[in-house]
């Protein structure tokens, strides 16, 4: 039963959670756009080897759009964020590399226990495609939870985003999958350029004030 | 070519938005704003007497219709008091003709998206149409561009954006339970097919979807413990704003889960979604009814009001069955209309003291007689008072509980008593007592604020038989 497809396929969702475990113990912010950016090309590899095995070419648009958009054109804008900000230096962690990796390991066996059991019915790589998918899911919130930081909590959000994408292509034959990437890229771009214009250094207590305080006293 | 209603319906809001986008002149947007949203209220309105087929993309039963009308009748007053509001804000220079139709634009594409939301058959679209929600209130809670309305925009967009994610895990769990039934494609999400065959899918899937699913649209409709980000988002944004939030996009996501609720239903091997909801319905109710002492702000003060209504409204959703869902239904019909008039009056208030801080308000009834009175009108509503309509759809929500589950009952009339109780306390201060704070003359438009007032009172003193009958029909659907 073990095909070629199903062993990339596996191959390539495994990756993805190996990567963000990667994303959890980065503490430079520099390093860790670089491994979200690897991050995004493994989910558009592994959406173009769905396509493939699927023989929906619709797919193939997901896998383009996480491609150039997530893994080539956010990286650079948020790259280009943080050395107008200044915020270069390093990433404030709520817990330990230590707690965190521990904590994602036992999200993962979670999963695992959570997903395997309940799809019993479904196809296997369906099935381990999901499991995959709600460890990607998990690890992107707790990384979001572990950062003070907006720019990485955004890296988080799409980390966990790229988990979605990678259980609505493994779910055979899902409709508006492509909408639904478009949604999500659009949300994307807005929460960067939020960060952007807003300048929002810290993750609600501090906004630079002052640039905003005297944009208003231009606007009055 | 015949008319479509729900064609007209989507399609208003949109090409109004795309107009008020383009449009400079903000008199001219806020009346052009305010038509159309009563045209969308007329054709929505027009769908009680008939309506069309299911389609794959859009259907209308008894459920939707009564959210929908809802939903434009509010849109529409809300949009008769934004014209007077805001006329006060550019005033005031907080807000800049720019941005003014920045707002009337996005305005009309929250209502677009919230049609959108409640007409969808499909549960992709619906989805995508509750993140557009989302997204359009954030940018209008952050419209002041204020260091607090930045943060509580931002805490907003976080916290939504994770909510919708885990409701989207939850919408491919469905598919994934229903394709080996249904059949790959697109039929495998259009809603009325699920329900047609929920009772062969998977019943552990379907748990596992509906546990992320209400993670997902339970943070959207502000169930403790996933509320943070409500009260901000309501106490920073503009005030037509949070009576939009707390009247209408709470239901919105509600509504989701409702027909998510009804999939369950349908499955006898599934778990009964509705001990969850009852949950986390009293955390809800429990906690904001003690949150309400704390607050300083006078709109974060009903949000959390909101998020105690809310809790009711779940909780009652959660016990089921004919009696509980009805008082559910009008429950939730109840708070919309009584908490939008009141941000209606609120938003007034604000305006003439200059200021949200509760502590600089007093004596409201001799300075502003007439908002005054309105405002102590609608906690007299909100807190669940005879003859308005709430205290009817409460005392069916606790007199259904205390047939079933009469320790259920207990602590919802514990928690409601709390939150009664405060609300006294800081109305006490606000309306009543030396007049404090600056105060100038309010010039305000009255008519929505006792339009929804009188409304809430006529249902309290006479329910039409009408509506009684389709209040019924829909609980009965409900299960």
Known sequence: MHSLSFDVAHLLAGSLVLV????????????LLNIFALHALILALSVAWQAYIQSAPHLFITAL??????????????????????IHREIEKVVGVGTAMLLGMALVALSMVVMLRVTTEADPLAREDLAFALSVVLLGLLMMVTRRNAVSQ??????????????????????????????????????????????????????DVQAIDSYRGERL | MTFDPVGAILLIPACAAALLAVLPDYRLSARINILAALATFAIAFSLFFGRPDPGPYFH?????????????????????????????????????????????????????AMNLALLANNIGVMWVAIELATLTTVLMVGLYRTHEALEAAWKYFILGSVGIALALFGTILVYMAARPVIGEGPEAMVWT?????????????????????????????????????LPDAHAEGPTPISAVLSGLLLNVALYALLRFKMLLAANPAALAPGPLMVIMGLISVVFAAFM???????????????????????????????????????????????????????????????????????????????????????????????PLGIFTSEFLVVTSTFARAPWLAVIL??????????????????????????SEPAEASYVPMFCHLGLVLLVGIYMPPALVGWFQNVAQLLG
Do not use: C
């Not at chain 2, 006294?424 to 600056?438: K, T």
């Open chain 2, 292 to 386: 309400l002492y704390r607050r300083r702000d006078i709109k974060r003060m009903f949000a959390y009001s909101s998020i105690e209504h809310m809790g009711i409204i779940a909780f009652a959703f959660g016990m089921g069955g004919p009696l509980a869902n009805f008082a559910g239904l009008l429950h939730m019909t109840m708070h919309s209309l009584t908490k939008s008039a009141i941000f209606f009056a609120v938003g007034h208030i604000s305006q003439v003291k200059g200021t949200q801080r509760i502590a600089d308000m007093g004596g409201l009834t001799q300075t502003n007689p007439v908002l005054g009175w309105g405002l102590v009108l609608g906690v007299v509503a909100i807190a669940g008072l005879p």
């Open chain 1, 65 to 86: 759009i996480a491609l150039v958009f997530k893994a080539i054109v956010i990286p650079l804008a948020l790259h280009r964020i943080i050395v107008r900000l200044g």
């Open chain 2, 193 to 229: 097919r699920l329900l047609l065959n929920a009772i062969h899918f998977d019943p552990a899937l379907l748990n596992l979807a509906f546990v992320f699913l209400l993670l997902g649209y339970g943070t959207k409709v502000g169930l403790a413990p996933l509320h943070a980000w």
């Open chain 2, 413 to 438: 009339v514990f928690g409601l008593l709390v939150a009664f109780a405060a609300l006294f306390l800081r109305l006490n201060s606000i309306a009543f007592g030396e007049p404090r704070g600056n």
């Open chain 2, 60 to 112: 209308v039963d008894d459920l939707n219709n009564v959210f929908i009308v809802l939903t434009t009748f509010v849109g529409f007053t809300t949009s008769v008091f934004s014209g007077s509001y805001i006329a006060h804000e550019l005033e005031t220079g907080r807000l800049t003709p720019t941005f003014l139709r920045f707002y009337h634009s996005m305005y009309q594409l929250l209502m677009f």
């Open chain 1, 20 to 31: 963000s475990f990667m994303q959890l113990y980065q503490d430079r912010l520099y390093a």
């Open chain 1, 154 to 207: 955004v890296v988080g959000f799409m980390s966990l985003e790229n988990g979605l994408v990678l259980a609505a292509t493994g779910a055979k034959g899902m409709p508006l999958v492509v909408e639904i990437s478009i949604a999500f890229s659009i949300l994307i771009a807005f929460i960067v350029i939020g960060i952007f214009l807003f300048r929002i250094r810290e993750r609600f207590d501090t906004v």
